[in-house]
């Protein structure tokens, strides 16, 4: 078991980013041409599933072939780009230190050529997982291994100061602070609560809401009554979104259907407010997943809010592997679906192919949903196409576990 909850510290960052910002925040434009095309990222993993290397790269265009990673740049194994509204594109560290310690900007010129921008030290153990901006002189980044919000300025890559979030920690728990979202000049802040086998130890969802305008925190948000934890997975930034209506939405993980009890779900904070609604929820042990063998999922490894309450995921379910539980990273137990946020039903994508935990890149690119795949037929990028429903792939094969998609297409 001591195995297993190791291997969940780096699985933790198994998912690939584009962050949240605010549609009220201020954007920073970037100077470095209009890039149109696409960024994706790879990783390739040692024999054991839990280390390795990752790639990222552009392409002019979604245009089909094969890729290797000869024009790739290197990234930090178990954490993905996260890339802001503005354009830039943050990359971290190795999510358990084993890389420079330091987050590094970059933009593209118009060629999709990678133009370095600056870096930002950090400590060997900050295990940081998300960047998100509120203009071009103030950005958030969350430390999990230290439990503080770093602010720093993002034009010039340097720290202005922490926000320390420890006193919010659960008894025998790291506050280990998540994914965050900007609504209202206020950053809600989703707190993982993680003990020392990177579990949660309770049944509640925990936020810290902060005002932007003063850094100080303003609220510990706290809900034990829907049941669920682990508010946000690490690195998917989409695992808090804003819908048109101006409702937060929250994935909380639970304990990666390890243990029996703590449980995920999504919930939601609705427009104005800045409890959770009590009256919200999609409980993933007791929503059935159309088209799933296994009836149900135990957590979302990454989402994407697609719009008119439309929600896109992979949807883990360790049943679907006999070897899920002894070996989480080369198992078969992610399947892309949709989830009507609306009706809260879930269903699973007809003609799209069962991954491994590695590909969790979901983008959008020209109304096409992307979703990266490591199945047993092929490594790379299938579409799905909301209109016509219709699925293609792998559009782009690559070496290695797709593991990030972005899209810069106009």
Not at 12 to 24: F, T
Not at 158 to 173: A, G, V
Request: net charge negative; glycine share 8%.
């Amino acid at each position: 078991m001591k195995k297993i909850y190791f291997a969940l510290a780096a699985m933790m960052a198994l998912a690939c980013a584009c962050s949240n910002d605010d549609s009220n925040s201020s954007k920073v434009i970037s100077d470095e041409g209009d890039f149109t095309g696409v960024v994706f990222a790879t990783s390739i993993t040692n024999p054991d599933g839990s280390s390795g290397s990752a790639y990222m790269q552009t392409l002019a265009d979604m245009t089909p072939g094969s890729y290797d990673n000869h024009n790739a740049i290197p990234l930090g194994f178990g954490v993905t780009p996260v890339v802001t509204k503005s354009g830039h594109i943050y990359t971290f560290p190795d999510y358990m230190g084993n890389s420079k310690a330091q987050i590094e900007r970059y933009a593209l010129d118009a060629k999709g050529n990678w133009v370095k921008k600056g870096a930002m030290s950090i400590s060997a153990i900050a295990s940081a997982c998300d960047v998100i901006e509120l203009n071009d002189e103030k950005a958030y980044v969350t430390m999990q291994g230290l439990g503080i919000i770093t602010v720093f300025n993002p034009t010039t890559m340097t720290k202005i100061k922490d926000i320390d979030l420890n006193s919010l920690s659960q008894p025998n728990t790291n506050v280990s602070p998540a994914i965050m979202l900007i609504r209202d000049d206020k950053l809600f802040v989703g707190l993982n609560q993680m003990n020392t086998q990177w579990m949660p130890e309770q049944n509640t969802i925990e936020l810290a809401m902060i005002d932007t305008k003063t850094d100080q925190i303003e609220k510990h948000i706290v809900n034990s009554s829907i049941g669920f934890c682990f508010a946000t997975r690490p690195v998917d930034p989409n695992s808090m979104f804003m819908d048109e209506q101006g409702d937060i939405y929250i994935n909380c993980i639970g304990s990666f259907g390890y243990i029996p009890g703590l449980r995920g779900g999504i919930v939601r904070i609705k427009k104005g407010e800045t409890e959770i609604d009590p009256d919200y929820s999609i409980a993933f042990d007791q929503t059935e997943v159309e088209g799933l063998s296994t009836k149900y999922a135990d957590f979302l490894s990454v989402v994407l809010y697609g719009g008119n309450g439309k929600l896109y995921a992979y949807a883990n379910s360790n049943a679907l592997d006999p070897d899920a539980m002894s070996n989480p990273y080369l198992s078969m137990t992610d399947i892309p679906v949709i989830i009507d946020l609306k009706q809260k039903t879930m269903q699973v994508i007809p003609g799209m192919e069962i991954s491994n935990p590695h590909v969790t890149a979901i983008g959008q690119h020209n109304g096409l949903i992307v979703f990266g795949s490591a199945n047993k037929k092929a490594n790379g990028f299938y579409t799905y196409n909301p209109k016509t429903q219709q699925v293609e792939g792998p559009v782009i094969r690559v070496q290695g576990n797709p593991c990030f998609f972005y899209s810069f297409a106009k």
